[in-house]
C-alpha cells in the first residue's frame, strides 16, 4: 500500500470521491500543513492554525497508480481559487498536494505543469505542492461524512 495526501476544498466532498475510485483501499479526512499541535476542527475554522483540510488516501499501486490520483484531483475541484473553493472560504480550504516521496513529488509537479498547458482553466493553477506533514485525524463526526448521510455531494 502507498499513501496520497490532498487538499481541494471541503473534505468531505473529496474524501468521497476518493473513497470511490478501484485501487483506492481506505480514506480519512484530517487536518494538514499546520503549526499547531492536534489541532481541532474549531481551530482550523479560525484560519489561525495554517492547517488544510485533507484527504488521507491509502492505495494498492497495482490497481490504481499515484497519476491516477492526481487525475482524480484536478477533475474535483478547480484549482484556479486560492483559499476558497465554492461557498468555503479560508486557507483550510486550499488546494494543495503533499507528497510523501520524491517520486510523488516529481509526479505531481509534471501533473501541475499538464493541467496548467492543456489550458482548461482561465487563470493560474494556484495549487501547492509541499511535502506531507503530521496528518492529524479529524473528528470521528467527520470521517465518511457524506457516505453516514446518504449524500453524494456537498453543495
Avoid at 484531483?73 to 481559487?81: A, E, G, S, Y
Avoid at 509526479?107 to 482553466?121: E, F, I, K, P, W
Wanted: proline share 5%; aromatic share 10%; charged share 15%.
Amino acid at each position: 500500500m502507498e499513501k496520497a495526501t490532498f487538499a481541494a476544498g471541503c473534505f468531505w466532498g473529496i474524501e468521497s470521491a476518493f473513497s470511490q475510485v478501484p485501487g483506492v483501499i481506505e480514506t480519512a479526512v484530517g487536518y494538514l500543513g499546520g503549526t499547531t499541535l492536534d489541532p481541532t476542527y474549531q481551530d482550523v475554522c479560525t484560519g489561525r492554525t495554517n492547517h488544510a483540510e485533507v484527504v488521507e488516501v491509502q492505495f494498492d499501486p497495482e490497481q490504481v497508480s499515484y497519476a491516477e490520483l492526481l487525475a482524480v484531483f484536478w477533475q474535483i475541484h478547480d484549482p484556479t481559487t486560492l483559499n476558497r473553493q465554492g461557498p468555503d472560504v479560508g486557507s483550510q480550504y486550499r488546494s494543495g498536494i503533499f507528497f510523501h516521496d520524491s517520486a510523488q513529488q516529481e509526479t505531481a509537479t509534471a501533473s501541475l505543469q499538464a493541467v496548467q498547458d492543456a489550458g482548461r482553466h482561465n487563470g493560474p493553477i494556484v495549487t501547492e505542492i509541499t511535502p506531507a506533514g503530521t496528518f492529524y485525524p479529524a473528528e470521528e463526526y467527520h470521517q465518511k461524512y457524506l457516505a453516514k448521510r446518504g449524500l453524494s455531494h456537498c453543495h
